[in-house]
């Protein structure tokens, strides 16, 4: 029972991630506006936006995968 609900989550991310991309762009998630609960204040909307970012960015920086070290 594990390994299917284990699938079903899986289907539900993979369904979640494309229609946000297909919307927003590969970087849509970025903008929390896009698709953030509205009815939050502004203020909590932004303060979790940061923190969200700057825990993206330790996690680049932190990485050894060499797709995320290469540099344009």
Do not use: C
């Amino acid at each position: 029972m594990l390994h299917g609900i284990e699938d079903i989550e899986v289907r539900l991310n993979s369904v979640v991630a494309y229609r946000l991309g297909y919307k927003y762009g590969g970087f849509g998630y970025l903008d929390f506006k896009n698709w953030v609960d509205r009815n939050r204040p502004r203020f909590e909307i932004e303060k979790e936006q940061f923190y969200f970012k700057k825990g993206l960015l330790s996690k680049v920086k932190r990485s050894s995968l060499p797709d995320i070290k290469k540099t344009i």
